[in-house]
């Protein structure tokens, strides 16, 4: 079936422009959102090609791609990542199903205790939360010692020390911090520093992303379905055991989906995930009867 084209729109928020697209479906289910943070809706075509009969919601978040800030220089949020996605929401018009990875599932978190009328069913796929895990003071350490790293040497050298540490398996020992940081040049990163410290990940949203705190006795309150999910191929990984800490504390288990922590990815941002089989997991738990 063909796909039709994606509407783009943009949407005035405090501090940012943000850009979303629309893609009609086939079918009169409510819409589907896909998000991801700092990923944006590039990371997400072959996954919605796997579902051409629901309308399809993809965005920007601010600061990333075609979504800017008014001053790049400033730290966001989820609470504000939350508050850009009911806007979405409210233009485009809720409920909507939402699928959320990464930084993206941590965003869901915030709006659905926020504002559970918005979603149905929320899939949130290893929210990196090093705030839940049973060694957060380490996990913390961890993630400010990559943005200390950034800070000091630039892009190469925060990227190179972000892949170490999100690549570690298991709890992080009580000197993680004092570790040194990986060589840029070893995972092919540059070694010089441009100057700039305005990363949408690194300088914008890495610490408030994973020390972030859910709103837990509100996500049990909600309407919303939750449904936790991690990837088969991630065990031990941050994001990975993070999904598995936020599963206990709603007192539910994670749903495993296929490959890793960007399982539904097709080659977007050279990345190859495994997305038919995880579109087809997607289907099946959105419209698993709960």
């Not at 079936?1 to 943009?10: E, F, G, I, R, V």
């Not at 485009?92 to 990875?101: H, Y």
């Not at 999904?243 to 941002?269: D, M, N």
Request: net charge negative; no cysteine; charged share 20%.
């Amino acid at each position: 079936m063909a796909l039709t084209q994606p509407t783009t729109s943009s949407l005035e928020a405090p501090g940012a422009t943000l850009t979303y697209d629309v893609r009609p479906g086939s079918g009169d289910d409510i819409p589907l959102f896909l998000i991801g943070s700092p990923m944006g809706a590039a990371g997400f075509g072959s996954l919605a090609s796997h579902f051409p009969d629901r309308t399809i919601i993809t965005y920007d978040p601010r600061g990333a791609e075609r979504s800017s800030k008014a001053d790049p220089s400033t730290e966001s949020n989820p609470d504000e990542h939350a508050d850009d996605l009911h806007r979405i929401i409210q233009e485009v018009g809720g409920p909507v199903d939402l699928f959320a990875s990464s930084g993206g599932a941590v965003n869901a978190l915030a709006l659905v205790a926020k504002h559970p009328e918005d979603v149905r069913k929320l899939v949130a796929h290893e929210p990196p939360l090093a705030s839940v895990l049973p060694d957060a003071e380490n996990a913390k350490a961890a993630v400010r010692a990559i943005s200390d790293s950034y800070q000091r040497g630039g892009f190469g050298a925060g990227m190179a020390h972000f892949m170490a540490i999100t690549g570690h398996r298991g709890p992080f020992p009580d000197d993680i911090a004092e570790q040194p940081a990986p060589d840029p040049s070893t995972f092919g990163l540059p070694t010089e520093d441009d100057g700039s410290r305005t990363d949408v990940m690194l300088g914008q949203n890495i610490v408030n992303g994973t020390h972030y705190e859910p709103d837990f006795g509100a996500l049990e309150a909600a309407s919303t379905r939750i449904v936790i999910a991690a990837g088969a191929e991630s065990e031990g990984e941050m994001a990975n055991r993070g999904a598995h800490a936020v599963a206990e504390r709603l007192g539910t288990e994670s749903v495993i989906f296929p490959s890793h922590h960007g399982g539904f990815l097709g080659g977007e941002y050279g990345w190859p995930g495994e997305p038919d089989a995880f579109a087809a997991k997607l289907r099946d738990v959105l419209e698993a009867e709960d």
